[in-house]
DNA sequence: CGAATGTTTGAAGGTGATCAAATGGGGTGG
DNA sequence: CCACCCCATTTGATCACCTTCAAACATTCG
């Protein structure tokens, strides 16, 4: 709604700790493990760097909007964004989350058009792959190539466990698999898979969740009495893991 | 549960209209419009077409399991299937209802293993197309490369609307929606948009749209009664289209 | 410090689920 | 071809989970 302005002012974004950090070309990246570049030769690594822009993206300012041209995939170096789709009514729904080394605009390809709204959801920084010119290299390198495909394939996979979430689980059960997923990533990152910050508010996880606001907050506080999670504001601290990817996983009672 | 034995019988499967037939290669294949081969010059349609396989699927039978190993991509020739992710506990979610020209297995190219079931709705025929041999034609035919990521990519964007669909909409909606998903696909095959059969039992269309087969029956009936739809069994007739598109975009009242 | 926004907590209500039973169709075997 | 059985579907009554509405409280940011 109200959309503050985005000028591109300090970061100040400070990772818990400092793994995986990001410096000025994939090959120095701490996330070319995880990111599009993953399994590349030196050489071929600088070719694809050579394609890429950098810049950043200032909290609450869109990356992309629905509708906009398809020109670039974009992949989060630094920071978190927001997808979400929003229809004629106004009405939202977030289709994920996206933390460092995860990849941007893929709905886009099949109409040339954005499918969704982008948004930062701190002060990020991303690198920008014109498509056009990740084409050329697909020719060049093969393994860029399959790598692309299963990153493609990997976010269909994504987006069906976000349907089994919304078609059959239980409010309870949403909230801890989200958490769970969070810190699975976090832990893939070199964080720590115990404690992270939420860096959405309770409203986008209960919109990506297809729950209220208040049952959010609810039931994380049901987690906390339960003593699943320790929770101060965003920042959390996962106290029993196992139970949580029990709940999550349905096999609790 | 109970799965019925594959022998595969004979096919009896006959569309409403004879739009879209589908023959023994690409070139012939009514759908080629639709399908892989979209764009492709004859010689090259030629090429992909040496590398596919077709075989039948008996119905109830299925195409591919969670966990098979990946190492090809199916299109659906002839039939419907729905695909399918199962958790331990028994639970299912539909994760979609695939026709002829859909593309299937895509989930499966980021791990090697397939990640749902896939199983026939009725005798359909399908046409194997091995993903190693594939990546071969990619290099050589880059109108095939283009088509794929554009397939891929709407395979992304079909799940962000059942995402929309699980996330934010009341159940009357979600039918709505289903229902006018399922006439535009048969329109675009020559079919007519107004009448058609549902290929899957009420049980899969609750599964698939997060309600129970008992809401789904109350709520055909209410639009039944509202004038929207004419339904004897599985053969629906939509009298009133557009007041359908209002209601499953959320512009009605 | 104050306003705006985000979060928590409480009470009441509604949508869709659950439980139960009747009805209808399709397939199979006699 | 008919009778039967099984399964899918419909319909009804009750219930529960989550939403809605409301208000207090906390936090962030200018």
Redesign the pocket.
Known sequence: M?Q?YCSETSLSNSPLSNAHVAHNSCSSCGLHQLCLPMGLEESDMQRLDKIIGRRKVARDCHLYRIGDRFTALYAVRVGHFKTYRANLNGDRQVIGFQMNGELLGMDAIGTDQHQCDAIALEDSEICEIPFARLEELFVEIPTLLRHYHRIMSQEITREQSVIVLLGNM???QRIAAFLVNLSSRYFARGYSANRFLLRM???DIGNYL?????????L??KLRKDGLLK?N??ELEVVDLPALKRLAAGTDQ
């Not at 297809?210 to 609810?218: A, F, K, Q």
Request: proline share 0%; hydrophobic share 25%; net charge positive.
């Open positions: 109200n503050s239980r409010a309870e508010t309770r409203e297809g729950l209220t606001i208040e049952s959010v907050s609810r994380i506080t929770v504001n965003r």
